[in-house]
């Protein structure tokens, strides 16, 4: 029954063109990242609100992380089709809001529905080609599927540079919304979908107890040690009720009839420490990609096509890698395979954590290029370890679990590292507040991030602010590298016995 149902459904969709319009909105999806960071900087100096920078990715990765799990269960019950349509249609309407934004406080807010519709891009599309393609054809649609991340890495920081230097930002996010549409129109006019009909349990208590845990860590991870002090009542509370919420979460799991995270998945060792060690390179990338075009342009007085470009060779050393890390695997096997991108990252960190304003941007476009290589190759070998581990039945529950703990590793680094770079400057601001007469607080490095603003400030006071970003900046850095440390002694202790890669 289950084989003459897909072969129906083989036979009505229009695989080339499904494919076109999923890669499509993977596009959008992936654009989002790299274009939203190089805009940033102006966002910040038009807006202002410094304090908040962090805030922006924050309030749209919670809203993805937390919904990505939900979509797939919603997607086993409703078909693909709908539950990625209800996506797309809610981050474009996110998109347009942002475009309207007036304030830091209103863009964060219009930046959670659009995470709130992200969700459901990237697993969905996922699913998708699982759905359509056999595992004979998967392998070569997975390079298709890498040449998103590519081009969208590379056009990204690009097209975003260019619309923030000859336009205005407001078009970063508006530029989704053609994509968006045609997305749908060949989903809806390709995809033809036979849903088995199956009475489901949506995990609400499960969603709901998941997004209480990460919203609370996430507020305690940005306001500790800044706004409210580590032993205030605020941060006691949050951290109490991150504590039972997450303890909670993991009590429902248990029992569940449908769970969220089937934690029985994680008891194989392969799939235990991919699936953490994905959490560790989501903390990692969030603070290359979130904070690199703030350094270049407010510490090199750099361009924003100039900070584009640092962080383009990340995408473009990320789908290469990704290439070279399915022969790899063929070659040398999953471990010496994830140890090489193991160190690959520790090099990017390393070259980061050694930049200075007199460096130039080329050193870091050298250092995201590493950073590229080394996530192209950890990411490839860890779904294609994962996918050969579990089932067939299980396969969409361990590609979702693994692509969420990479989310969690974004969002829990926005907040980590957002929180470290405003601490540490408001720290520096005012031990070296009697350089100069001026009273200078974090939103004063909103200055930085505007040419015209900058080259008219005082040489002490434009000295101070670069110093200081510089110095909180570099802690960034050293946090990202030792989660490249940690990453690469987790992937010590994936077995020795390799998998096949069928």
Not at 164 to 186: E, H, M, R, T
Not at 252 to 266: H, L, S, V
Not at 409 to 417: E, P, Q, R, V, W
Request: charged share 10%; proline share 3%.
């Amino acid at each position: 029954m289950e084989d003459s149902l897909g072969s129906l459904k083989k036979r009505q969709t229009k695989k080339p063109f499904v494919l076109a319009a999923v890669m499509l909105a993977m596009f959008m999806g992936a654009i989002e990242a790299t274009i939203v960071s190089t805009a940033m900087p102006a966002i910040v100096a038009d807006l202002g609100g410094f304090t908040l920078y962090s805030w922006v990715f924050s309030a749209y990765l919670l809203m993805n992380s937390v919904t990505v799990l939900i979509y797939g269960k919603l997607s086993d019950l409703f078909g693909r089709k709908p539950v990625l349509t209800f996506g797309i249609i809610v981050f474009l309407i996110g998109s347009i809001l942002c475009g309207f934004a007036t304030s830091m406080k209103m863009l964060i807010i219009f930046r959670l529905i659009q995470g709130f519709g992200a969700g459901a891009v990237m697993p969905i599309a996922t699913t998708i080609v699982g759905d359509i393609y056999s595992v004979e054809e998967r392998a070569k649609i997975q390079g298709y599927l890498s040449s998103v991340w590519g081009i969208s890495a590379i056009t990204g920081p690009a097209v975003g540079g260019i619309l923030v230097q000859y336009v205005s930002w407001n078009y970063v996010f508006w530029i989704n919304i053609p994509l968006g549409i045609l997305s749908l129109v060949g989903l809806w006019m390709f995809l033809h979908e036979n849903v088995e009909k199956k009475k489901h349990e949506i995990d609400y208590k499960g969603a709901l107890l998941l997004t209480v845990s990460i919203s609370s860590l996430m507020f305690l991870l940005v306001e500790g040690g800044g706004r409210w002090s580590w032993g205030s009542w605020q941060v006691i509370s949050l951290f109490v009720l991150f504590v039972a919420a997450i303890m909670g979460f993991i009590i429902q799991e248990g029992r569940a009839k449908e769970p969220m995270m089937p934690f029985n998945i994680w008891k194989e060792r392969s799939i235990f420490i991919a699936n953490i060690t994905s959490l560790t390179t989501g903390v990692m990338l969030i603070g290359i990609s979130s904070f690199l075009p703030t350094f270049v342009q407010g510490v090199m007085e750099q361009t924003p096509i100039i900070a584009g470009f640092t962080l383009t060779t990340m995408s473009i050393g990320w789908p290469i890698a990704a290439v070279l890390s399915g022969k790899m695997i063929l070659s040398l096997g999953y471990r010496k395979t994830l140890i090489i991108g193991g160190l690959a990252l520790i090099g990017g960190s390393f070259v980061f954590v050694t930049m200075t304003a007199s460096s130039g941007p080329i050193w870091a476009a050298v250092g995201s290029f590493i950073i590229g290589l080394g996530m192209g190759i950890t990411s490839t070998a860890f779904i294609v370890s994962i996918q050969s581990t579990v089932t067939w039945q299980q396969r969409g529950i361990a590609t979702a679990a693994n692509m969420f703990m990479r989310n969690l590793g974004n969002t829990i680094g926005a907040a980590l590292l957002g929180g470290i770079l405003n601490n540490r400057l408001a720290s520096f601001l005012s031990e070296n507040s009697g350089v100069t007469d001026r009273e200078l607080t974090v939103d004063s490095t909103n200055i930085l991030l505007k040419e015209s603003e900058r080259t008219n400030l005082p040489e002490s006071v434009r000295s101070i602010l670069q110093e200081g970003l510089t110095v909180s900046l570099h802690w960034v850095y050293y946090v990202v590298l030792a989660f490249a440390i940690l990453s690469l002694f987790l992937i010590l202790f994936i077995p020795k016995k390799e998998q096949s890669a069928g």
